[in-house]
């Protein structure tokens, strides 16, 4: 219940075009879900994150869409760049826990 | 303002042997956390201090590993005695307090090879 499954393990797209990452949870206690990018020797970074009173969140070309019902959340970049390709990880917690699970990290490449 | 430092950021050990690493968190930061992260998978977490109390140490092989926070500041993780399988990533995290509204700041990490 406190495993937060990630797809696709990789991803390879053209420049300028859409980049999609999807999550699922199962434990309903959850309540805050970022997304983080991490490069290579490098920690991973917070990107963005919603809690799950919003369907949508956005951030310049990064939108996250958060399904309470289906318990599924997903990363959208958009006009993806060559400078995008990283791994990126979806991450789930409790509240005033301070706990991240995280998903198994999905590496993205985007080709010029 | 600097980030989060980690050292060493490679160790390669022969097994049973001991290792340390260090973390000193972004100033002012009350919460440290230490996450292990294997080839290809996301971090876990290993535990988690507030001030100088560990208040989440359920994921630390406590037969191992061990982990100290003195003075609420810089924190070392230790291992003795290695093993095969404790070859990863180690990261340090800092927060301004506990809660999800406060972001978590990775440090780079430390690459444990095991031999």
């Known amino acids: 219940q406190q495993q937060v499954k990630q797809s696709p393990q990789s991803l390879i797209v053209q420049k300028g075009g859409i980049s999609i990452i999807n999550c699922a949870y199962e434990?309903?206690?959850?309540?805050?879900f970022p997304w983080y990018q991490q490069f290579p020797g490098k920690g991973p970074a917070l990107l963005i994150a919603?809690?799950?009173?919003?369907s949508e969140k956005k951030e310049g070309r990064f939108t996250i869409s958060f399904n309470k019902s289906a318990k599924q959340f997903s990363l959208h970049i958009m006009d993806s760049q060559p400078g995008d390709s990283a791994t990126y990880f979806c991450?789930?917690?409790?509240?005033?826990?301070?706990?991240?699970?995280f998903g198994q990290g999905t590496t993205l490449q985007v080709k010029p | 303002e600097a980030g989060v430092v980690q050292s060493p950021r490679y160790k390669i050990i022969e097994k049973k042997q001991p290792v340390a690493f260090w973390c000193n968190p972004i100033?002012?930061?009350?919460?440290l956390y230490w996450y292990l992260q294997n080839l290809g998978q996301g971090p876990e977490l290993l535990i988690r201090?507030?001030?100088?109390?560990?208040?989440?140490d359920s994921q630390l092989p406590k037969d191992r590993f061990s982990a100290e926070r003195l003075k609420g500041v810089d924190s070392t993780l230790k291992i003795q005695p290695a093993e095969l399988g404790d070859s990863a990533v180690y990261l340090c995290?800092?927060?301004?307090?506990?809660?999800?509204?406060?972001?978590?700041?990775f440090g780079p990490g430390t690459r444990l090879t095991v031999t």
């Open positions: 995290a800092s927060s301004l307090e506990s809660g999800f509204e406060y972001e978590q700041y």
């Open positions: 434990n309903t206690a959850f309540d805050y």
């Open positions: 919603i809690r799950p009173d919003v």
């Open positions: 991450a789930a917690s409790k509240r005033n826990t301070g706990k991240l699970i």
């Open positions: 100033s002012g930061h009350n919460t």
């Open positions: 201090y507030e001030n100088e109390e560990a208040v989440d």
